[in-house]
């Protein structure tokens, strides 16, 4: 397996806090006091229910970092789509090393690949309207490059990485502003290329395109008043519908016409998938 690298994320920081985090200052008390140090384990990781896989270079990390010499094997690729029982990875390695690494290998692998299952979910309810999904800035403090990289093995597109790589005016800016289109003037005068905005009625869409808008958020409507605000656009900027999507309700929406429809609940609330790892004697 290659090293694991993603723009902005640094693995072996992200390996080292982990671990650091989980074995304190003693380390791995059990394993130290049960596992003979020459034992080894080969064992298998394998999901208990379908899934996207994401994550699995990075479990080969947890393992590698504590014992060099593991022969980690994966048996199928991140963004893959697996059904329940697939085998993901084989392992064979130091046992203490094994042991103290499974249960943060494990924790990654089932939130990224929680986090990648619900993406493709609602992926696949809007496939073949045009519509495409986003994720949002709705991430875990210190994790947001990996759930984000998760939401693309899903099969979305990312929104803003951050507050500095588009400006996202919103209903208290403009509250702040005095107004829609004196919040995208300001934007436009601060040499700001990429302008969202926020709109949640109809009558905000003119003045936001006239003062510069790139692109608009439409916010909380529902389908018929997204097919109104979409033909007053005309085309001129994308627009994306946001606010309260859920699975049962995404592919009204996206028949809307809209460019795209982000979802925030794709890294807020998607569950950890049911991934276990199996050991054996080798």
């Not at 493709?120 to 490059?145: E, N, Q, S």
């Not at 990996?146 to 803003?160: D, F, I, S, V, W």
């Not at 005095?178 to 905000?204: F, L, P, S, T």
Request: charged letters at 20%; one cysteine or more.
């Amino acid at each position: 397996m290659t090293r694991f690298t993603l723009d902005g994320f640094d693995p072996d920081a992200f390996v080292a806090a982990t671990l650091a985090e989980d074995c304190g200052q003693a380390g791995d008390i059990t394993s130290a006091a049960v596992i003979p140090a020459e034992a080894r384990f080969a064992g298998v990781m394998d999901t208990r229910e379908a899934i996207v896989v994401a994550g699995l270079p990075l479990a080969e990390a947890f393992f590698r970092t504590l014992d060099p010499e593991v022969r980690c094997t994966a048996l199928v690729a991140d963004g893959e789509k697996v059904r329940a029982g697939t085998p993901l990875m084989r392992i064979d390695g130091l046992a203490r090393a094994m042991l103290t690494a499974e249960r943060s290998a494990l924790n990654t692998v089932q939130h990224l690949s929680g986090i990648a299952t619900l993406t493709r979910a609602h992926v696949d309810a809007i496939a073949g309207t045009g519509a495409i999904l986003l994720d949002t800035r709705k991430t875990i403090p210190g994790l947001r490059r990996l759930e984000k990289y998760a939401t693309r093995m899903g099969g979305a597109q990312n929104h803003r990485m951050g507050l500095w790589d588009a400006a996202m005016i919103k209903d208290n800016h403009v509250a702040v502003a005095g107004g829609v289109a004196a919040a995208v003037d300001r934007a436009v005068a601060a040499g700001i290329a990429r302008i969202i905005v926020e709109v949640d009625r109809i009558d905000q869409i003119a003045p936001a395109l006239a003062a510069g808008a790139t692109h608009l958020l439409l916010d909380n409507m529902p389908p018929a008043m997204l097919r109104e605000a979409v033909g007053i656009v005309d085309g001129r900027v994308p627009t994306e519908a946001s606010g309260g999507v859920r699975l049962d309700t995404i592919r009204a929406i996206a028949e809307s016409g809209v460019t795209y429809i982000s979802v925030g609940r794709l890294t807020q609330s998607a569950p950890a998938a049911d991934i276990g790892l199996d050991f054996a004697l080798a």
